[in-house]
């Protein structure tokens, strides 16, 4: 069977990140990573927010090593531990039913682990759930297993979990002690509601003070209003919110997210010592939102918050100009450093002439939008589809005697576009220069992360997931 081995396997993968409408907030199991409740997320398109992880293995390497946006991190942390320990055990059993087509790699291989994400890590915009999604897929992609992951991903955030699949996601909590019924389920695929976009309004880039994991520690021990919400308050959401997104009714769908959002920022309040996520800037824009629905006599917009002052605001696609407008016009330019970001779908920039914000506005509305005219705010858009699961990018087998590892931390997976249906190889060349922009969709690089030049030098890249 030696012989059969192939002395080197490289596989790529890239992951998307889930935004949750209703949210995962404090576990009945810490190690496990078992919820105190179930949860239900919208997966986002891949060409703007994404990680891209590569793995390789080897009967060369002599020791297990992770690398996180270039820069190289412990590899006993007890979550990749577990994450890497639940793959190699599924590789075991799929072994041991002998259900396995090609020749098996070794699973004593060591294995090295590269992963960068295209956007502010640890912002609050779920990097750990695209981070840790991909880390597990792609382990499983090396390693040869084809089950349910839920675990392993879970195992290393339990928001990651969710996004091992495209469209509408429910992490359903289970109840077994051991974890087994606590996995991920896609309630519908991403097809089923073509016009449904999300906007991420990117107040701050800075990784926030309190991390999610600590975060919901202090909620369980302290918050009463958690307990009531998980057990009085969310079961029944995850009913009503199911039905909303099956049935396509965006204004169940939209209160029910911004309840949702306000209900677990409350719980974060309701913590002592209380942690609180949201700026200025983002209670701005709640009040802006409500401010656009009020106007149109509907919800037309609906804003959701995680662990950070970052909005993420759903809508239909009708609406997202006349909705940008106004975000244009709250946060103008001028005073936003002309920093105002638009991505339009498949990365197509969105251009709004100055002033075309419409003017048959409520007198309440414009009070209140004179008021937002003199926020100063650094604010950037980014609209998205919700599209795609994770998926393999390139896979690489028997490099010896052409490329050698660590050839792929020299090459950092292209950063932000990959063509639908692409699996492309290595490029050196295809790779900008730091500072530069990633690509023709990238105007400025504000959810870019500029990756490794040629040279491999690591550029503006920060570590963690
Ligand atoms: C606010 O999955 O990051 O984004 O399991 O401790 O890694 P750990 O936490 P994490 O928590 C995410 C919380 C949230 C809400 C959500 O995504 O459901």
Redesign the pocket.
């Known amino acids: 069977m030696a012989s059969e081995e192939k002395p080197l396997v490289v596989v790529t993968c890239t992951a998307p990140v889930n935004i949750?409408v209703i949210?995962?907030?404090g576990?009945r199991d810490e190690d496990l990573?078992l919820p105190i409740n179930s949860?239900l997320?919208v997966t986002l398109h891949q060409d703007q927010l994404k990680t891209t992880t590569t793995a390789a293995i080897s009967k060369d390497f002599t020791e297990d090593r992770i690398w996180l946006n270039g820069r190289e991190e412990d590899v006993g942390q007890p979550r990749l531990q577990a994450c890497l320990r639940e793959i190699r055990r599924l590789a075991r059993k799929r072994r041991s039913t002998g259900d396995e087509d090609p020749p098996p790699l070794s699973l004593s291989y060591k294995v090295h682990i590269a992963s960068v994400n295209n956007f502010p890590t640890a912002a609050g915009l779920?990097s750990?759930?695209a981070g840790h999604a991909c880390l597990a897929y792609t382990l499983a992609r090396v390693y040869g297993v084809d089950s349910d992951l839920s675990e392993a991903a879970r195992r290393g955030?339990?928001?990651?979990c969710r996004s091992l699949y495209g469209g509408f996601v429910e992490w359903q909590m289970g109840e077994r002690a051991d974890g087994k019924d606590s996995v991920a389920r896609q309630v519908a695929p991403e097809s089923h509601w073509p016009e449904l976009r999300v906007l991420i309004l990117v107040v701050s880039a800075e990784r926030k003070p309190m991390g999610?994991?600590a975060g919901?520690q202090t909620s369980v021990e302290t918050s009463p209003l958690l307990r009531f919400r998980a057990e009085a308050v969310v079961p029944g959401r995850m009913v009503e919110m199911t039905h909303c997104v099956r049935e396509r009714d965006f204004q169940g769908f939209g209160r029910l997210t911004m309840k949702d959002s306000n209900q677990?920022h409350a719980t974060c309040l309701d913590t002592f010592p209380p942690i609180s996520y949201l700026s200025d800037i983002s209670r701005r824009i709640i009040r802006l939102v409500h401010c656009f629905n009020a106007h149109h006599g509907q919800t037309k917009v609906a804003y959701t918050f995680?662990?950070g002052p970052n909005a993420v605001v759903f809508t239909l696609d009708d609406t997202v100009p006349e909705f940008v407008a106004a975000v244009r016009h709250c946060f103008p330019p001028e005073s936003n450093g002309d920093k105002l970001l638009l991505f339009w779908e498949h990365g197509h920039g969105l251009t709004l002439a100055p002033g075309c914000f419409p003017l048959k506005l409520r007198p309440p509305f414009l009070a209140t939008v004179a008021r937002f005219s003199r926020t100063r705010a650094r604010l950037r858009v980014c609209v998205c589809e919700v599209k795609y699961t994770p998926r393999v990018t390139h896979r690489v087998s028997s490099l010896e005697g052409r490329n050698r590892w660590p050839y792929a931390f020299h090459w950092v997976p292209e950063p932000v576009h990959v063509p639908r249906g692409d699996l492309p190889l290595p490029s050196r060349s295809a790779a900008p220069a730091p500072g530069s922009h990633c690509c023709s969709s990238c105007v400025e690089s504000a959810v870019c992360t500029p990756s490794v030049g040629s040279s491999g030098r690591a550029a503006r890249l920060s570590p963690g997931f």
């Open positions: 949750a949210k995962y907030w576990k990573v949860s997320s779920a750990s759930a955030s339990g928001s990651a999610s994991t919901m677990f995680d662990a």
